[in-house]
T-cell receptor, first 116, second 113 residues
Framework: GAVVSQHPSRVICKSGTSVKIECRSL??????MFWYRQFPKQSLMLMAT?????????EQGVEKDKFLINHASLTLSTLTVTSAHPEDSSFYIC????????????FGPGTRLTVT | QKEVEQNSGPLSVPEGAIASLNCTYS??????FFWYRQYSGKSPELIMS????GDKEDGRFTAQLNKASQYVSLLIRDSQPSDSATYLC?????????????FGGGTRVLVKP
């Protein structure tokens, strides 16, 4: 399968600061990347979809000014959580798909964010 | 009605037995179906994709799709303790959804030695 990396794997930040999470496709060109959030014992929640070179499409209820997504190249997307608060503490996971993948998404290992 | 429904479990299975997981979906236009395995504290891992009616086998896993009845299932043969995880069913609804997948809530599977 295709390989997706995420960095950092864990981050602790103080309330009010911003955190950037990187998602990279290592062995394919990702035409679309997705950002999910998962709270303990809950299912995945899609936050946004991003295509290379265009603005991200956010799901209903997700604040686009708080969760900034940049998909600058076919192998890199970033999620910046701005002015983080304790309620933003969660497991953030990216996934990616490419041409010819027939909608298969491959997930990164995730980033566990704790806001103190 | 949820778009993709799964029994949350836990589904308790003796080691060596067959685990049978079911998933139903509401959008009749759905075309692509996936099973992901997620270990506790980890991200999902794709284990099966299925696109046409019938069975698809890959090692100990068999996915079954019935579009008329709007369900997709996953069988795990010769279950091992390492199969203990949450299994997520995902559906690509239709062309309007683009590349997005809709996930079910997941079924937790416990394989007991």
């Amino acid at each position: 399968g295709a390989v997706v990396s995420q960095h950092p794997s864990r981050v602790i930040c103080k309330s009010g600061t911003s955190v950037k999470i990187e998602c990279r496709s290592l062995d394919f060109q990702a035409t679309t990347m997705f950002w999910y959030r998962q709270f303990p014992k809950q299912s995945l929640m899609l936050m946004a979809t991003s295509n290379e070179g265009s603005k991200a499409t956010y799901e209903q209820g997700v604040e686009k000014d708080k969760f900034l997504i940049n998909h600058a190249s076919l192998t890199l997307s970033t999620l910046t959580v701005t002015s983080a608060h304790p309620e933003d503490s969660s497991f953030y996971i990216c996934s990616a798909t490419g041409t010819g993948f027939y909608y298969e998404q491959y997930f990164g290992p995730g980033t566990r964010l704790t806001v103190t | 009605q949820k778009e993709v429904e799964q029994n949350s479990g836990p589904l308790s299975v003796p080691e060596g037995a067959i685990a049978s997981l079911n998933c139903t979906y509401s959008d009749r236009g759905s075309q692509s179906f996936f099973w992901y395995r997620q270990y506790s504290g980890k991200s999902p891992e794709l284990i099966m994709s299925i696109y046409s009616n019938g069975d698809k086998e890959d090692g100990r896993f068999t996915a079954q799709l019935n579009k008329a009845s709007q369900y997709v299932s996953l069988l795990i043969r010769d279950s091992q303790p390492s199969d203990s995880a949450t299994y997520l069913c995902a559906v690509n609804k239709d062309s309007a959804a683009g590349n997005k997948l809709t996930f079910g809530g997941g079924t937790r599977v416990l394989v007991k030695p």
